[in-house]
């Protein structure tokens, strides 16, 4: 079922999604203080991709300082803006019985979108 799940979640916009981030993760990594957020970006990207059967869980000893620090830098430079898109669409895509499980994955995305430093992809 995860399967399934993943490859409709692809052709029905995931691999925008993912194209987006991996696109915009390029960009930040042009300079070298932009580098982090890039990296940042692709994880989110990666998750993307892939979403059913995978969570973004806290890394080993995080949260840390150097992680909250990054977190709230991430938030201050307008990154918060993902998570509101993910929202949108997660409610969206709830309004339908069908659309429910993609809504769910995009509500996930939205929490790991805010905070993304710190966090890994595990599979579940």
Not at 99 to 107: M, R, Y
Request: hydrophobic content about 55%; overall charge neutral; aromatic content about 14%.
């Amino acid at each position: 079922m995860k399967f399934l799940g993943n490859i409709l979640w692809l052709i029905l916009g995931g691999i925008l999604i993912a194209a987006i981030y991996y696109i915009v993760g390029l960009v930040m990594c042009i300079t070298i203080i932009g580098i982090p957020f890039g990296l940042q970006l692709f994880k989110l990207g990666t998750y993307a991709l892939w979403p059913f059967g995978r969570e973004l869980v806290n890394g080993p000893d995080e949260p840390g300082c150097v992680s909250i620090l990054m977190n709230l830098v991430w938030i201050l430079l307008g990154w918060w803006e993902i998570a509101l898109l993910h929202l949108t669409f997660g409610l969206l895509l709830s309004v339908t019985i069908i659309g429910i499980p993609w809504g769910l994955q995009h509500f996930k995305m939205a929490l790991g979108s805010i905070f993304p430093f710190g966090k890994e992809i595990r599979t579940v």
